[in-house]
């Protein structure tokens, strides 16, 4: 027996229930929001700042055989335009070229970063 408060559907009809909002920390913003953001530097392509100390320290602390990736988020956004495409190599290759090239661009900063870490400078 319904309480007071339940309502009471008839068979063969629908409720229609509002679809849930993501929470803030899972909505997707556009790669410019992200850049706008995470932006450090005005020439600087890409939100990652791989210089950043805690990247050495990550480095340094991980075991041998884990991976790490200071550029991860701008890897998610080349990953996320891949998807957009649906994975088509051509359309990629024109919509995602900024994407690749930001993460290019990170990874050759961080290389350079732990070359010269290594060698003292």
């Known amino acids: ?27 997707e913003d556009s ?3 992200i850049l706008r953001r995470f932006d450090t530097r005005p020439n600087q392509m890409f939100p990652d700042d791989p210089n950043d100390e805690r990247h050495h320290i990550a480095m340094a602390t991980k075991g041998q055989s884990k991976f790490y990736d200071p550029c991860k988020l701008t890897s998610q956004m080349s990953l996320r335009c891949l998807e957009r495409s649906r994975f ?12 690749f090239d930001a993460y290019k ?12 870490k290594r060698n003292g400078i």
């Open 1 to 27: 027996m319904p309480s007071e408060n339940s309502t009471v559907v008839p068979p063969g009809s629908s409720i229609k229930v509002p679809r849930r909002q993501k929470p803030e920390y899972e909505q």
């Open 31 to 33: 790669p410019e929001e």
């Open 88 to 99: 088509n190599t051509k359309k990629a290759r024109e919509e995602c070229k900024e994407y």
């Open 105 to 116: 661009e990170c990874k050759a900063e961080w290389l350079e970063s732990l070359r010269r």
